[in-house]
């Protein structure tokens, strides 16, 4: 039986990208999905593309980075479902730009509630309903939340602490039968990458990627649902992404030059 047939996801970050995509994945399982973000159109066309799939859905619009919405959105989804199996964190937002560029650092405080405090809040939140069924928190980092990365600096560290919560978090709940997977994406084709915050706070507004050389959401999506289903701790979801994590303890110098490389080549 597919490991999600009448499991209840929560999912934030749910309209575009790996979100959608690991929406419509599991939709094809008969998953039951509450699905999180902000904008309510695409939540509802996506709540019909996983109803044609055969699983149910629900669109709960809701900013994450407002404490109280965090926590009805995970309310409400339980509620509608009767109960709560899988939480994933996944809403975030990148930057590309030099520390020392940035003009407004405002964007600090935007980064680090999108990507971590939304990902706590929520967690909070569904942490009665999830001990009730031993389910599974999933936390949507990054490779960039285990490495320094120029230009990502504020995104770099939300990741890192998204990475040190949930390693933490995965060690204080040993025993009750639940689970912590965290996902660490390399480089993944969506619109991430042209919302991301430039130097004055606004969306750099091009696409950067080398698209033909960077995985697509689906493939990452498929590989997630893998991860998920065998409750592993930890996805790195490229070669030079695992392998970078033994070579940094002998070489630390020279992950530092892959990673200015990737940067630079937008691959
Ligand atoms: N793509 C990559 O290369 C890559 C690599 C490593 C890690 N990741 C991580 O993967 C996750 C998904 O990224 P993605 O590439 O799929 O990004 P994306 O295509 O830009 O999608 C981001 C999602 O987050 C939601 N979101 C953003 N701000 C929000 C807010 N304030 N309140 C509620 N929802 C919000 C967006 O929905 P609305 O705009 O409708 O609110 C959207 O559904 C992120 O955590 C990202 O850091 C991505």
Known sequence: MPSFKDRAVLLTGASEG???????ELAKQGAWLGLVARNEA???ELVAECEALGAKAIALPAD???AAACHRAVEAGAAHFGRLDVLVNNAGRSMWTYFEEITDLSVAEQLIAINYYS???CTHAALPHLRKTKGLIVAVASVAGFSGIPTRTLYSASKHAMVGFFESL???LMGSGLGVTIIAPDFVVTEIHARAFGPDGQPIGTGTL???KVMGPETCAKLMVKAMAKRQR???TSARGKFGRWLKLLAPGLVDRIALRAVQKRE
């Open 64 to 66: 994450v980075t407002d």
């Open 210 to 212: 080398d698209r033909a």
């Open 42 to 44: 695409r939540l509802s």
């Open 234 to 236: 930890l996805l790195i």
């Open 119 to 121: 990902a706590m809040w």
């Open 170 to 172: 995965r060690v204080e």
């Open 18 to 24: 790996i979100g959608r995509a690991l929406a419509l």
